[in-house]
Nanobody, 121 residues
Framework: QVQLVESGGGLVQPGGSLRLSCAAS????????MGWYRQVQGKQRELVAQ?????GTNYADSVKDRFTISRDRNMVYLQMNRLKPEDTAVYYC?????????????????WGQGTLVTVSS
């Protein structure tokens, strides 16, 4: 009963900026971590950025100093600056949460449906 919904993808020119948003909803007790992954067709999905409940962050080397992940309650954001063509991918929101089912607790990893980011001139 936990779901993630991404938004904010689109077409931007190289050097431009874009902000992705992800909303978590459902029977969530707490959120251990949220993050963003991206995947190019034919390639393995890779971690872009992650933020923990303690506000610690982790970034892929390819996006350090360009992307910023932030979180506000049930929302997680990815601010993307100085975008490059190689940033083009489907971006997926990810969360590890403690959820309830019939009053029982469980740890669940949830994925969003993905939002397409295209960086092209």
């Amino acid at each position: 009963q936990v779901q993630l919904v991404e938004s904010g993808g689109g077409l931007v020119q190289p050097g431009g900026s874009l902000r992705l948003s992800c909303a978590a909803s459902g029977s969530i007790v707490s959120i251990n971590a949220m993050g963003w992954y991206r995947q190019v067709q034919g390639k393995q999905r890779e971690l872009v950025a992650q933020i923990t409940s303690g506000s610690g962050t982790n970034y892929a080397d390819s996006v350090k100093d360009r992307f910023t992940i932030s979180r506000d309650r049930n929302m997680v954001y990815l601010q993307m600056n100085r975008l490059k063509p190689e940033d083009t991918a489907v971006y997926y929101c990810n969360a590890v949460v403690v959820a309830t089912t019939f009053s029982k607790y469980s740890i669940v990893e949830v994925w969003g449906q993905g939002t397409l980011v295209t960086v092209s001139s």
